[in-house]
């Protein structure tokens, strides 16, 4: 029987407080299960905000990832699936554990056993680190396939970014790895595309445009974007970027898309 590919693990990092890390991962998630059909597990690492689940559903969670790590020993697929928050069918979250400081219960071998049973068993693993860089997280960046290192058109965001980017150097990750990934984005800002590029010395991957309407509806009713405003810019923004991150083969890529976009949607909907 042929082994079933490996699913890609992509890590999410915050350059700066706020830049909206947890709202692009659970989107991303959620499109990439939706558009993609594909099997998407995100896994909610911010231990001291992290708040995922929120975003895109009004379950809560009955076990989170504090308590996976507690049963560690015998941890297998039927286990983790029993301890995730179900959104869809092909979309789970293991939520971050509920108290803040969950101590020895999360280490980096811990995670490490996660996240390769995990790409076992699902096309994608998302997961959102918040802001954190420490001992224990670094074993998750080394065991991705990419980082997203989101920051909004600032310059504090900037600075935060350049930090960052020093440090996955020093860890050894090569250049290809790592994303820029503009949040909230305004070609009419003072600090372009292409000055972010030159100042950081990487290409920036993706942007989510700034709808501030849209964006701050999904979060306070729990619904993701596609599900809310479908015809909205940051919509549109999560399409394409499913596009390139799912491999289509011969199927039409437009049609793959448009598909969503087509049905029913409301002038309400629409975003600039």
Same mark, same amino acid.
């Given at each position: 029987?042929?082994?079933?590919?490996? @699913?890609?693990?992509?890590?999410?990092?915050?350059? $700066?407080?706020?830049?909206?890390?947890? #709202? !692009?991962?659970?989107?991303?998630?959620?499109?990439?299960?939706?558009?993609? $059909? $594909?099997?998407?597990?995100?896994?909610?690492?911010?231990?001291?905000?992290?708040?995922?689940?929120?975003?895109?559903?009004?379950? $809560?969670?009955?076990?989170?990832?504090? /308590? !996976?790590?507690?049963?560690?020993?015998? *941890?297998?697929?039927?286990?983790?699936?029993?301890?995730?928050?179900?959104?869809?069918?092909?979309?789970?979250?293991?939520?971050?554990?509920?108290?803040?400081?969950?101590?020895?219960?999360?280490?980096?071998?811990?995670?490490?056993? %996660?996240?390769?049973?995990?790409?076992?068993? #699902?096309?994608? !693993?998302?997961?959102?680190?918040?802001?954190?860089?420490?001992? !224990?997280?670094?074993?998750?960046? /080394?065991?991705?396939?990419?980082?997203?290192?989101?920051?909004?058109?600032?310059?504090?965001?900037?600075?935060?970014?350049?930090? *960052? %980017?020093?440090?996955?150097?020093?860890?050894?990750?090569?250049?290809?790895?790592?994303? *820029?990934?503009?949040?909230?984005?305004?070609?009419?800002?003072?600090?372009?595309?292409?000055?972010?590029?030159?100042?950081?010395? *990487?290409?920036?991957?993706?942007?989510?445009?700034?709808?501030?309407?849209?964006?701050?509806?999904? %979060?306070? +009713?729990?619904?993701?974007?596609? +599900?809310?405003?479908?015809?909205?810019?940051?919509?549109?923004?999560? @399409?394409?970027? =499913?596009?390139?991150?799912?491999?289509? @083969?011969? =199927?039409?890529?437009?049609?793959?898309?448009?598909? %969503? #976009?087509?049905?029913? @949607?409301?002038?309400?909907?629409?975003?600039?």
């Amino acid at each position: 029987v042929a082994q079933q590919p490996e @699913g890609k693990v992509l890590s999410f990092v915050s350059a $700066k407080g706020g830049a909206g890390t947890t #709202f !692009v991962a659970a989107n991303l998630s959620h499109a990439l299960s939706l558009l993609g $059909k $594909k099997r998407v597990l995100l896994i909610d690492l911010n231990t001291a905000f992290g708040d995922a689940t929120l975003y895109v559903s009004d379950i $809560k969670p009955e076990r989170t990832l504090a /308590d !996976v790590c507690r049963d560690i020993h015998r *941890l297998d697929i039927n286990l983790l699936e029993s301890s995730v928050v179900r959104v869809s069918s092909t979309f789970s979250i293991l939520a971050a554990p509920a108290e803040p400081d969950p101590g020895g219960d999360l280490s980096a071998d811990h995670l490490e056993t %996660i996240v390769q049973l995990a790409r076992r068993h #699902f096309d994608f !693993v998302i997961i959102d680190l918040g802001r954190q860089v420490n001992s !224990v997280t670094v074993r998750v960046l /080394d065991n991705s396939d990419s980082i997203y290192l989101v920051l909004q058109q600032s310059l504090p965001d900037l600075r935060g970014a350049r930090h *960052l %980017i020093e440090i996955f150097g020093s860890l050894g990750y090569r250049r290809e790895k790592v994303h *820029l990934l503009l949040n909230r984005f305004e070609s009419s800002a003072p600090l372009s595309t292409g000055e972010i590029e030159r100042i950081l010395d *990487l290409r920036v991957d993706s942007r989510v445009p700034n709808n501030f309407e849209v964006a701050n509806d999904s %979060i306070n +009713q729990g619904v993701p974007v596609l +599900q809310l405003a479908r015809n909205s810019t940051i919509a549109k923004s999560l @399409g394409d970027w =499913v596009n390139r991150l799912v491999d289509t @083969g011969s =199927v039409n890529k437009s049609g793959l898309i448009r598909r %969503i #976009f087509v049905r029913g @949607g409301d002038s309400s909907s629409n975003g600039s």
